[in-house]
């Protein structure tokens, strides 16, 4: 069987070689997944788009109770009515992707009780969907600037669930199809080393 964990030089994209350097052995996927604004028409597929929801309901969650929720848009009318809640910096460059989503959880377990664990089995579904994507050449992008009670409103969503990000879904496109501002900070991410972030014992700020 061969091994997910590779050199993480080894089959990077030109970019993120350019842009990114892991400090230890991890698959090129975790680095060739970022999150781009340009996207192209491009028509994301049934099987691809239902291939990514059905990997983020496989995340794990407490208690099994599967809190998540995916409020999708493909359709012209569709997307008309999520690009009524984007803000306009982001739907300036949302409304080209072919695909929206709407992550939302349930913050009650089936017997009433509050689940406050919704929240972070919500966020680890979506980075299950977001590797999926990266998997079958699709590019996401999680928005959290939106208008959140007008989503609620439009899409009929209970008060019982919290909406947390709009997840734009496609195939990424040129750059050049950005405003000035934008094209400049199309690249891949980096990240604060590792020490920053990672404690042993106890933590030490």
């Known amino acids: 069987m061969m091994s997910l964990i590779v050199n ?6 030109s970019e993120v070689k350019e842009h990114r350097k892991a400090e230890h052995s991890v698959n090129p996927l975790f680095l060739n997944r970022w999150s781009p604004r ?11 788009l239902y291939s990514i929801l059905e990997a983020a309901h496989w995340a794990p969650s407490s208690f099994n109770d599967q809190p998540w929720r995916f409020i999708v848009a493909k359709t012209e009318g569709q997307l008309e009515t999520f690009h009524e809640f984007l803000h306009p910096f982001n739907r300036a460059w949302a409304e080209k992707a072919p695909v929206l989503v709407l992550v939302a959880s349930n913050k009650k377990r089936d017997n009433g009780d509050q689940n406050g664990a919704h929240a972070f089995d919500a966020g680890t579904a979506w980075g299950y969907l977001a590797i999926q994507a990266t998997l079958l050449g699709l ?9 959140k009670d007008k989503a609620r409103s439009l899409l009929n969503v209970p008060d019982d669930f919290d909406l947390h990000a709009v997840i734009a879904v496609g195939y990424r496109g040129e750059k050049e199809t950005l405003d ?11 990240r604060k080393s590792l020490e920053e972030v990672v404690f042993e014992g106890r933590i030490n700020l």
């Open 8 to 13: 993480p030089t080894e089959q990077l994209t």
């Open 139 to 147: 590019s996401t992008h999680a928005i959290g600037g939106f208008d």
């Open 180 to 190: 000035a501002n934008l094209q400049e900070r199309e690249n891949p991410s980096t």
């Open 38 to 48: 340009a996207y192209d028409d491009r028509k994301v597929s049934d099987e691809d």
